[in-house]
C-alpha cells in the first residue's frame, strides 16, 4: 500500500500538488457558485411560488388531515404544481450536492485549468461582459 500521495486520484489530485489559481479565477469560481445559488433562487420564486398558489386548497386539507394518500392525490390532480415542486426540489438538491463537493473534495485539475484559461481569456478582452461583473465581485 502506497501513502496517500502515491494513490492514483484520476482527475482529483491532491491539491498541494497544484498552485493555486489566480484571482480572477478565483472571482470565476465565486461567480459560478452565484450563478448556481441564484438559480436556485430565481426557480423557488418563479415555480416554487406558482406551485405554493395552485395547492393552496390542498393546504387546508393537508392542514387537517396530513396523509401520504391526501399529499399523493392532492399532488396528482395539480400536476404542473407537482412538476414544479419536483424541479424546484430536483435542482437544490443537485446544486446542494455539487456545492459540498467542491467544498469537501475542491476543484478539480481539470476544471482549475479550463477556469485559468477562461480567466486569462477573459483578462485580454476588458470589454468582455464577465470582466465587467467579475470586477464587481
Not at 412538476?83 to 426540489?89: D, G, I, R, T
Request: aromatic share 10%; proline share 4%.
Amino acid at each position: 500500500m502506497g501513502t496517500s500521495l502515491d494513490m492514483d486520484l484520476g482527475d482529483r489530485q491532491n491539491q498541494e500538488l497544484h498552485k493555486p489559481p489566480s484571482p480572477l479565477a478565483t472571482k470565476l469560481m465565486r461567480a459560478i457558485i452565484i450563478s448556481r445559488w441564484s438559480m436556485v433562487v430565481g426557480l423557488w420564486l418563479t415555480c416554487g411560488t406558482y406551485a405554493a398558489w395552485a395547492l393552496r386548497a390542498e393546504f387546508v386539507l393537508w392542514r387537517d388531515h396530513l396523509t401520504w394518500a391526501s399529499l399523493r392525490y392532492g399532488l396528482a390532480y395539480n400536476p404542473l404544481a407537482a412538476l414544479a415542486l419536483v424541479l424546484c426540489v430536483a435542482y437544490t438538491c443537485a446544486v446542494s450536492v455539487w456545492h459540498s463537493q467542491k467544498l469537501l473534495q475542491g476543484w478539480s485539475a481539470r476544471e482549475l485549468y479550463r477556469l485559468e484559461k477562461q480567466a486569462t481569456k477573459i483578462s485580454q478582452n476588458p470589454r468582455h461582459w464577465l470582466w465587467q461583473v467579475l470586477k464587481k465581485i
